[in-house]
């Protein structure tokens, strides 16, 4: 077992593991952006919903500023021809502010307005809504181990990684499981990813209140037992992390994973301990040590 983990680490891209959605080409599948918008809006990294937010609202407010000018002497207190004052004229309308400073006058002007108004107040609780549920999204703020490592435990080698719950409340009726992907030629001749469970010695943990070591026994039953490097790296296998469980402190449900490839296995090594009891009681968990490994002896 010793000569399939200590052989040199692959250099094969990891197709599964967390590169983001847009890393990912889908031919044949339309992704309209207006038919699932609510998703997309959900989903965008904060950078690109803040910058599409600013871009639609500068956006709007132009369209609405140049019919304002386009009816000129209808908007009192707005100076005749001036592109900013019947932008700002909008933003204020947009927004149901009404200074009074300036204010319409005709018809035209009036109309515009009102469907400005009716339109701000669907622009703004929908910007509302998305805002909140941006902020209220459960997330599982989980750290796993930069690398998994292989373990000899009386002549019995095992898997493990380091998984730890960041938050002061604690993970409820949390489960974690590996799972071994690879790609499989078929007699057809084509190449399937199939999924193997990887079986635990605990895979359910009632409370993970800071950090924990999942492991998996490369024993007779093992999928991984008598497999050579050699053998992923052709199948460019990895090994896949979930861990699902419940926040205690808003009850929702929270999910996280991660996966490694092979290139971030490390044979006979394991995690340094990060949590220690003080005398007073107290317990300490050096989060800075987290990734640390020390050789067997």
């Known amino acids: 077992m010793r000569a399939v983990w200590t052989a040199a680490a692959t250099r094969h891209p990891h197709v599964l593991e967390d590169r983001g959605h847009d890393t990912i080409v889908r031919v044949g599948q339309a992704d309209r952006f207006w038919s699932d918008f609510?998703?997309?809006?959900?989903?965008?990294?904060?950078s690109r919903f803040l910058y599409w937010s600013i871009a639609f609202y500068v956006g709007i407010n132009v369209v609405f500023a140049l019919?304002?000018?386009?009816?000129g002497s209808q908007v009192s207190g707005a100076r005749g021809g001036d592109f900013l004052d019947y932008f700002f004229f909008s933003v204020q309308t947009l927004s149901t502010v009404g200074y009074g400073v300036m204010a319409p006058v005709g018809r035209t002007a009036n109309l515009l307005a009102t469907t400005e108004v009716l339109g701000g107040m669907m622009i703004n609780a929908v910007a509302t809504g998305l805002v909140f549920a941006r902020f209220?999204?459960?997330r599982a703020r989980i750290m796993f181990s930069k690398r998994a490592v292989i373990i000899n435990d009386n002549t019995t080698p095992h898997l493990d990684v380091r998984v730890a719950n960041c938050r002061r409340s604690p993970i409820l009726s949390a489960d974690i499981e590996f799972s071994l992907a690879r790609l499989i030629p078929q007699p057809d001749g084509h190449v399937t990813r199939e999924f193997d469970s990887l079986p635990l010695r605990q895979s359910h943990i009632p409370v993970l209140r800071f950090a924990c070591l999942p492991v998996h026994v490369i024993d007779a039953a093992s999928p991984l037992h008598g497999v050579t490097l050699e053998m992923l790296r052709a199948e460019e296998a990895e090994i896949i992390v979930t861990i699902t469980g419940t926040d205690e402190a808003s009850g929702q449900s929270v999910f996280a994973r991660t996966a490694y490839g092979f290139d971030r296995m490390l044979y006979d090594h394991h995690f340094v301990d990060i949590i220690n009891t003080n005398p007073d009681g107290s317990i300490t968990v050096d989060y800075t040590r987290f990734d640390d490994l020390e050789k067997c002896a």
């Open 136 to 138: 209220s999204r459960p």
């Open 67 to 71: 019919a304002y000018m386009a009816v």
């Open 38 to 46: 609510y998703h997309h809006a959900l989903t965008a990294r904060w």
